[in-house]
T-cell receptor, first 114, second 114 residues
């Protein structure tokens, strides 16, 4: 079964540093997303991406965040100048047109800011 | 208005029993209601989903009941098994071209005891 692959699985970074979280969506999917889940809390939408541009972003997705699809397979989330409160599980997801199949989520990257 | 309220926060059910998790929403533009299952350290996985044109959808031991007038929907797990122990999230979205944002409920930690 096709999977969404995320790397790294766990990243520890110092406050103020930049991190890039990487994702390889399912190859025939056209919509890409980032969500985050602070420990023990609900999954929150960050951003959706379609046709090489942001479709929608949440209030959480401020100027500190950016997304990019640098080639035909990767989808990245960059967090500039990380803060302690950015510590969370970050999930990449993708979906295809005819959305009844739903999203496929990756296994996530646990980001710890120290 | 974008919130999806989920209850209970945690649930313990005996093996073979029925697990019931409830969700309520306010945004009448929502037209897609999936349930996700999440095991520790993994991303959410689509379990079952429903659209408001039907009141019930069943897939194996999992059933969604949907009450459009009350703006409520619930997940029923029949003959609950220890392998069903996981966190369950309801979610909702409004279909839009290139905008498939999911709004998640707060999650229910389900434990099935022998």
């Amino acid at each position: 079964e096709p999977e969404v692959t995320q790397t790294p699985s766990h990243q520890v970074t110092q406050m103020g540093q930049e991190v890039i979280l990487r994702c390889v969506p399912i190859s025939n999917h056209l919509y890409f997303y980032w969500y985050r889940q602070i420990l023990g809390q609900k999954v929150e939408f960050l951003v959706s991406f379609y046709n090489n541009e942001i479709s929608e972003k949440s209030e959480i997705f401020d100027d500190q965040f950016s997304v990019e699809r640098p080639d035909g397979s990767n989808f990245t989330l960059k967090i500039r100048s990380t803060k302690l409160e950015d510590s969370a599980m970050y999930f990449c997801a993708s979906s295809e047109p005819g959305r009844d199949y739903g999203y496929t989520f990756g296994s996530g990257t646990r980001l710890t800011v120290v | 208005q974008q919130q999806v309220k989920q209850s209970p926060q945690s649930l313990i059910v005996q093996k073979g029993g029925i697990s019931i998790i409830n969700c309520a929403y306010e945004n009448t533009a929502f037209d897609y209601f999936p349930w996700y299952q999440q095991f520790p350290g993994k991303g959410p996985a689509l379990l079952i989903a429903i659209r408001p044109d039907v009141s019930e959808k069943k897939e194996g031991r999992f059933t969604i009941s949907f009450n459009k007038s009350a703006k409520q929907f619930s997940l029923h797990i029949m003959d609950s098994q220890p392998g069903d122990s996981a966190t369950y999230f309801c979610a909702a979205s409004s279909r839009g071209f290139g905008n498939e944002k999911l709004t998640f409920g707060t999650g229910t930690r389900l434990t099935i005891i022998p």
